[in-house]
């Protein structure tokens, strides 16, 4: 019988699991407020998987504010992982790596997620240039793929981000002001998912109050929040007025986005011929739309890792990454 893998993605605002079986789940969890309920928490996660021998291990987490540096991060992190399972962990490097060899080398463990990722979405396109287009609630990956093999430019955040690989930008938790910033209040009062909700291309979700302000995540309070950024309240501007506001603000981060995936294609040090686009994460639908701007027409063939994965196992796509690669190594 062939063993069962749990990986694990432990990022800053949520901690998700899923096993090389199928199975996944997530579940919010702000690290940067509450980083010494780590241990407790990530040993009830592990014990809803009970049939899982070993553990494969990403993350995002150590960048949390609440950590002096990424090693200190990193280091945290590991050492919060409990001892039942015997655990490994991805690198940047392509290989996993033991938890003891992982301390040694904290900046190749750090932020790796997109990585591994990559790595798996890479079968999807095995021949030829393909890319990666993986949006979350927070943030974008662009990553090229030559014949299935990840083929970025930079590999740390930094790195990353100087290369466009990597935008902060995402479908829920970008703050407005970071999208658009003239004549708007430089303040976190409300986030693209307010826009998004109010757009219709993201439902409302009455549960979720880690909003600007705390209270849910419908229609009503989005309104209210997106009049914040411009001065004023629902009594003093119209529906009409914001709503033409939001749609301007979801067209800016489009281009955003567009302008990263130009950079990244064109900017590369060789011919790149993309022939397949593969999107992943919470918006797939902001990638589509993202790369049709930046190659309007483009003949390349589209594959959705949420159509092939189904909603709960692609939300969860880094941790069922981990846990295939590492199901597949010791075969």
């Known amino acids: 019988m062939p063993k069962i893998v749990l990986g694990l993605d432990i990022g800053g605002a949520n901690l998700k699991a899923a096993t090389s079986a199928g199975r996944a789940t997530s579940m919010p969890f702000p690290l940067w407020k509450q980083p010494d309920k780590l241990p407790a928490a990530l040993a009830e996660l592990i014990a809803d998987f009970p049939e899982s021998t070993e553990m494969a291990v990403t993350m995002t987490g150590e960048l949390c504010d609440c950590f002096a540096t990424k090693r200190e991060g990193v280091t945290f992190i590991l050492k919060a992982l409990p001892s039942t399972l015997r655990a490994k962990v991805w690198s940047t490097a392509g290989t996993f790596a033991s938890v003891e060899r992982a301390l040694e080398e904290p900046l190749r463990i750090a932020a790796a997620n997109w990585h591994a990722l990559a790595t798996f979405a890479g079968r999807e396109a095995p021949i030829g240039d393909a890319l990666l287009l993986d949006i979350g609630t927070t943030t974008t990956d662009i990553v090229l793929l030559d014949c299935g093999v990840p083929s970025p430019s930079g590999h740390t955040d930094m ?173």
């Open 159 to 331: 790195e990353r981000l100087q290369t466009s690989e990597l935008v902060y930008t995402g479908v829920k938790r970008t703050p407005i002001c970071a999208v658009v910033s003239a004549k708007v209040c430089a303040e976190f009062f409300a986030e693209i998912r307010d826009v998004n909700i109010l757009l219709g291309l993201i439902p409302e979700t009455p549960d979720e109050t880690d909003t600007a302000d705390g209270r849910p995540a419908t229609w009503e309070f989005s309104l209210a929040r997106l009049a914040r950024m411009y001065g004023g309240d629902t009594e003093t501007l119209s529906e009409d007025f914001l709503i033409h506001r939001v749609t301007r603000i979801h067209a800016r981060q489009v281009e955003q986005l567009a302008s990263a995936i130009r950079e990244v294609v064109l900017g590369s040090q060789r011919g790149i011929d993309i022939q397949t686009v593969v999107v992943s994460g919470a918006g797939e639908w902001l990638a589509l739309k993202a790369f049709a701007a930046a190659f309007p027409d483009h003949p390349a063939k589209r594959i959705s890792l949420g159509e092939r994965l189904g909603p709960i196992l692609s939300a969860c796509a880094p941790a069922y990454a981990v846990a295939v690669l590492a199901s597949e190594e010791q075969k």
